[in-house]
């Protein structure tokens, strides 16, 4: 089984910035896609950013120029760099991978509990 913890949120206020972690646990063959995910009150999860195993990367245009995603698989860890923090960023933010549990051949996907980010003077 895998576990993600996610950590770094707080309040932060209007241009200012945070960093998010995500630290898998537990016994994995490999992890394969790492995204960050938000919910705002009453809006739909969406996307921030992804990373593959290859360390590409794609962002949502509204966190563009402003959000690094980064990965270390040594330490089976993502980041995500916020800078510029805007009110709209607010939310609970989620982290998810597609990871091989050690002793089995398919990829499952897998949620952390969210962190929260408040951006508020």
């Known amino acids: 089984q895998v576990q993600l913890v996610e950590s770094g949120g707080g309040l932060v206020q209007p241009g200012g910035s945070l960093r998010l972690s995500c630290a898998a646990s537990g016994t994995i063959t490999n992890i394969y896609a790492m995204r960050w995910y938000r919910q705002a009150p009453g809006k739909q999860r969406e996307l921030v950013a992804g990373i593959n195993s290859d360390s590409s990367t794609n962002y949502a245009d509204s966190v563009k120029g402003r959000c690094t995603i980064s990965r270390d698989n040594a330490k089976n860890t993502m980041y995500l760099q916020l800078n510029s923090l805007k009110p709209e960023d607010a939310a609970v933010y989620y982290c998810?991978?597609?990871?091989?549990?050690?002793?089995?051949?398919?990829?499952?996907?897998?949620w952390g509990q969210g962190t929260q980010v408040t951006v508020s003077s």
């Open positions: 998810y991978v597609q990871a091989t549990p050690s002793r089995m051949t398919n990829v499952y996907s897998y």
